[in-house]
């Protein structure tokens, strides 16, 4: 399985970005999705999540300028993130739960990462 990042760049403060991830391979179903992002030095934190049904949760730093949203039929998660500030420049992982089977039919679940798309947001 491998989920794929894309969305990130450079912007101005007060700009906008949107990041996507899709998951390929193989697997049943997908769960809960997430974009965490990380500053060197720093723990990986996460920004926001989506739930299977739709459900969201942000941080507060994210809340009211970030929305997170899937297409199930596309297995994408993305995040629209609005009104960019410098602080949050840091790289941004994708992650993913997922439901499957093993090799010998027994079912199993799994989280997968991204591999990370830069945001820089200049001053």
């Known amino acids: 399985v491998q989920l794929q990042a894309s969305g990130g760049g450079l912007v101005q403060t007060g700009g906008s970005l949107m990041l996507s991830c899709a998951a390929s391979?193989?697997?049943?179903?997908?769960?809960?999705m997430g974009w965490h992002r990380q500053v060197p030095g720093k723990e990986r934190e996460l920004v926001a999540s989506?739930?299977?049904?739709?459900?969201?949760a942000y941080a507060d730093s994210a809340k009211g300028r970030f929305t997170i949203s899937r297409d199930n039929a596309k297995n994408t998660v993305y995040s629209q993130m609005n009104s960019l500030r410098p602080e949050d420049t840091a790289v941004y992982y994708c992650?993913?739960?997922?439901?499957?089977?093993?090799?010998?039919?027994?079912?199993?679940?799994?989280?997968?990462w991204g591999q990370g798309t830069l945001v820089t947001v200049s001053s």
């Open positions: 992650e993913a739960d997922f439901y499957g089977y093993t090799d010998y039919g027994e079912p199993t679940v799994w989280r997968s």
């Open positions: 989506i739930s299977a049904g739709g459900n969201t």
């Open positions: 391979g193989r697997f049943s179903s997908i769960n809960g």
